[in-house]
Every structure is written in C-alpha cells, then in structure tokens.
C-alpha cells in the first residue's frame, strides 16, 4: 500500500528532526561550556593583574600621593569585579551546564522511547495486514479453484458420453470445495475487519498519541532553550549591580585624585628650608686689604641656615687634600659612626631624624622584648637546670642589656637633634620662604666684610671649626622699619612694604623671624634681615 511508504517516510523525517534539535541543544551546551571558560580565565587573568599590580607592603613605600592610592582603589575594585566573573562561572556551571546535561540525556532517552513505540505500532500493523492480505489470497485461490470445478461439472452435464457417477462425483467435489471457499471467505472477512480496526486504532490512536509525545518533546527542546539563554544572561544580571559598583568605585577613584594635594606632599618631601641666594659681591681690588664701609651688595646675601659640607643650593662642597676651603667655617667630620644627616638640607634633615628616631623605638622595644623573655627563661632554668643553663642566659642579658643602653644614648642624641632642628627651622611652621627681591643678611654696614671673611677659611686635614651663625639685626622692641618688601605668601606671615613702619610684638629667637603687626593691625611673621631699627 502506499501509505506504508509515506508513513515510513515521515518516520525519517520525525526522526531527523529531533536528531537535529538534540544535536542543537548540545551545540549550544557545549558553547556554554567554552563561555563558562572564557569568562572563568577572564576572571583568573583579571586577579592575577590586580595582584601583580598591587604594592608589596614592606617592600613599597606606603603611597602618599592621592593618584597612588587611587590606583590602589582602581586594582581592589577590579579584584571585587574579577571575584563577580568568578561567582558568575560557578552559577553558569551549576545552573545552566549541568541542568543542558541533564536535559540531554532525557531528550535522547525518551526519543528513543517514542522511535520504539512507531516501531512496534508499525510491525503490528504490517502484521494485521499480512494475515488480511494472506486470508484473501487463500479466499481468491480457493474461489478460482471452486469456478474450474463449476466449469467441468457443467461441461460434464452437457456432455453424453459422461456417466452419471462421473457427473455425481463431479458435484461432489464442487461442493466440498464451495464449502472450503465458504471457509476461506469468513476467514478473509474476519482478518479484513481485524485489520481495519487496528488500521483505525493506528492512524487515530496510536500514531497520534507518539507523534504528540514527539512534538512535546520538540517543544519542551525549545522552552529549554529558551529559559537557559535568559538563564545564562540572568546570572551576570544577578552580579552586575556589584559589578557597577565596582566600576563606580573606579569612577570615584579617578575623581579622588587631588593634584594640588600630590603637589603639596612633593613640596613637603623635597623642600629644602633653604632661601634663595643673593647676588655675589663686587669686590673692589683696587682699595687694597682696606675695604670702604656702607652698604654694598653684599648686604643683599640672604640668611641662609648652616649646613656641614653643603652648599646655600644643596650641592656638596669640593675639597682638596691641603688648604681646603670651606663653606661657612666648618670641616665635615671623618669617618662618623652616628647619623647626623648633616649634609642634607634643614627640612630633609629633620624628617631623616624622624625617621631614624621611629626605627631606633621600635629597635629598642624589640630588645626590651627580648629581656622579659630571656629574664622568663632565665627564672626556669634556674627552677629547672635540667631544661638548660642559666649563666648563658646571664651572658645574652647582658649584652641586650648593652644594646639598650645604647640605644637609649642613641635616642636621646637623635632627640636633641631634632629639638636643635626645630629650632633652626628656615621660616615658622617649617614652610620654605622665598622671594624674589634682595635679602639682606645683617643691618650692620660691615656685614658684607665679615661674610667674606668668614665664610672661607682654610684649614688643614686635623683642623675642626664650629659654625658661626650668619649675624642678624639686633632688634629691641619697639619701632622698626622694613627695609626691602616681602609677598607675605607663607602661613603665618605678613605682607609688607619698603619703608613701612612695623612693630615688634616677638623678637627674633635665632630662626631669622620676627613677628610684627602694621599700622592696620594685622600682624605676622617676616625675615629679620629686612628690618631696620627706627631708634624710636
């Protein structure tokens, strides 16, 4: 029949179908895997990124400028975000792989389940048809058989040679065959009707039935498919508010960045409290040993504070082996085991102090630690001899005991130090001052002879000389008045004029400042060397 090669036909059609979406839905399994290893080797390279960028504490500064700690913030949040990439991987893999899996080996399973049952409907049908189409071939031989017995009966009656026991057993074999086709006959009608009812059972039933579970399953194909992609994009959905906060952090991180306050923290590194130099002085050869006296320009020579071996603009002082000339009257020491930092500027000067202060402190706390814990074992082993020998213990204290005490001689000259550099700070609350117009050095008239008499000395290898301070006006209180003008831009100072008329509220206590207020009242600090007693 034909309708056995079209069903077969859309069997293979059916069966390559749901062949394919299957062979779909584990293609899109396996793209979910290899996303999944994407984003989870994003994740790892996206760490390993923030942890190779990341300061190694105890082996980099600690960050001071506000553009360092702001990539500090930028590499912490792109950690965060690298930990999200990572939480995601872990609810792809769990939610969305594993459940595509599943999925897959029940559709591959109940296709197989459905394909079985078109079978066996199948082979039964062929088989109803088969005994119906069996029954009549039986019926139609049979019939055949009945019509030729028919034939030769009649022609036996007709003929008049025949006898009547040829015709007599002529009928009778007609018969019997009649009632074989009888037989033959209900038997085809029965196989004819069984075959219709399981015809109709099989097109209405049971074909139906199979090919809606087919076509559920090819839907519930889709409707996975359909929930995992908005599965998939749900769970970076689910992280991505944290995600932005993250971004949002490196967004706020950008606009922390202060560049006057980095600015500042570089001043206050490197300034050096050090004021500008004056202009060098004429020197007038034709007068002889003799100098003439007045004001000269080396009146304009600022005050600037001594230092061991450097010069007014931080540059070490070049010597020779006889006959050395140096800087301000003062031969560096040989060979010194204690750090003065006297070759560094005051400001620099004063913070290397600190420093070595805070790294002496935590020396000495370290060593006084050991003591309690060797005057604890010290007290068992006297207790106990057997856990070991206390004279060794003895011997160890003692040195400790050494090594604290210098310490603390350490500690009290590095302390004196300081309070001598707080003291001879360039300018009040340690700020540089500058200014672009002439700093006197004294208000005496020879002061210019004697900078130049005693800034250069020569001395031999064993020769020490002490630092003379640079001189500065010996001011009473009272009137005074400014001999050249000053911005006034440092903290606590004041702006003053040329020839304005000041009064002195604190004298000069040897850091070259002075505070005085104007006519208008306001008062401040200002250079010493720029004042002029008034003799009022």
Not at 59 to 72: G, I, Q, T, V
Not at 184 to 192: D, W
Request: with cysteine.
């Amino acid at each position: 029949m034909s309708w056995g090669t079209e069903l077969w036909d859309q069997f293979d059609n059916l069966e390559k179908h749901t062949q394919w979406g299957i062979e779909f839905l584990e293609k899109y399994s396996k793209f979910v895997k290899e996303r999944i290893e994407v984003e989870q080797t994003y994740g790892k390279l996206l760490r390993n990124l923030a942890r190779k960028y990341s300061p190694k504490r105890g082996k980099d500064e600690e960050p001071r400028f506000s553009a360092c700690l702001s990539f500090n913030t930028v590499l912490n949040e792109l950690n965060s975000y690298a930990m999200q990439r990572e939480v995601m991987v872990e609810e792809m893999s769990e939610k969305v792989q594993g459940e595509l899996l599943k999925f897959s080996q029940e559709l591959r399973s109940e296709r197989k389940r459905h394909f079985q049952d078109v079978r066996k409907a199948t082979q039964h049908i062929e088989q109803c048809l088969k005994l119906m189409d069996s029954s009549k071939k039986k019926f139609e031989r049979e019939w055949k058989e009945a019509e030729k017995l028919q034939m030769n009966l009649e022609k036996l009656e007709h003929d008049c040679n025949t006898t009547k026991l040829d015709v007599d057993k002529a009928r009778t074999q007609l018969n019997a065959r009649l009632h074989v086709v009888e037989e033959s006959k209900n038997e085809y009608a029965s196989q004819l009707q069984n075959f219709n009812q399981e015809q109709r059972k099989h097109f209405t039933v049971s074909l139906p039935q199979i090919y809606q579970g087919l076509q559920d399953l090819d839907e519930k194909r889709s409707l996975t498919l359909g929930g995992s992609y908005k599965a998939l994009a749900g769970v970076e959905q689910q992280i991505s508010p944290i995600i932005s906060k993250c971004l949002e952090g490196m967004v706020n991180a950008g606009n922390s960045v202060d560049v006057k306050k980095d600015s500042a923290v570089v001043v206050e590194m490197y300034k050096s409290g050090l004021e500008a130099p004056g202009d060098y002085p004429f020197e007038d050869f034709t007068q002889g040993a003799t100098r003439p006296r007045g004001r000269t320009g080396s009146d304009c020579i600022p005050a600037v504070p001594k230092m061991d071996g450097v010069t007014s603009d931080g540059k070490q002082i070049m010597s020779k082996t006889k006959n050395k000339l140096w800087l301000f009257g003062k031969k560096p020491m040989k060979n010194s085991t204690l750090e003065d930092y006297n070759n560094f500027p005051p400001e620099q000067r004063h913070r290397k102090l600190q420093q070595r202060l805070s790294e002496l402190k935590k020396e000495l706390q370290k060593e006084l630690d050991q003591r309690d814990g060797m005057v604890k074992m010290k007290d068992v082993y006297e207790k106990n001899p057997n856990l070991g020998d206390s004279t060794v213990i003895e011997t160890s204290i003692s040195e400790n005991s050494a090594t604290i005490e210098r310490l603390q001689t350490e500690i009290a000259r590095i302390e004196s130090l300081l309070l001598e550099t707080k003291g001879g700070q360039s300018s009040p609350g340690g700020t540089n001052h500058s200014s672009d117009d002439c700093h006197p050095a004294g208000s005496p008239e020879d002061t210019m002879y004697e900078d130049l008499t005693g800034g250069f000395q020569e001395f031999d290898d064993d020769e020490f000389e002490n630092d003379d301070e640079v001189p500065t006006p010996s001011l009473s209180y009272g009137c005074v008045k400014a001999l050249y003008p000053y911005d006034g831009k440092d903290e606590g100072s004041l702006v003053i004029h040329a020839n304005e008329v000041l009064n002195i509220i604190e004298k000069d206590k040897g850091d070259g400042w002075t505070r005085v207020s104007n006519q208008r009242g306001k008062a401040g600090y200002v250079p010493t060397s720029y004042l002029e007693s008034t003799g009022a």
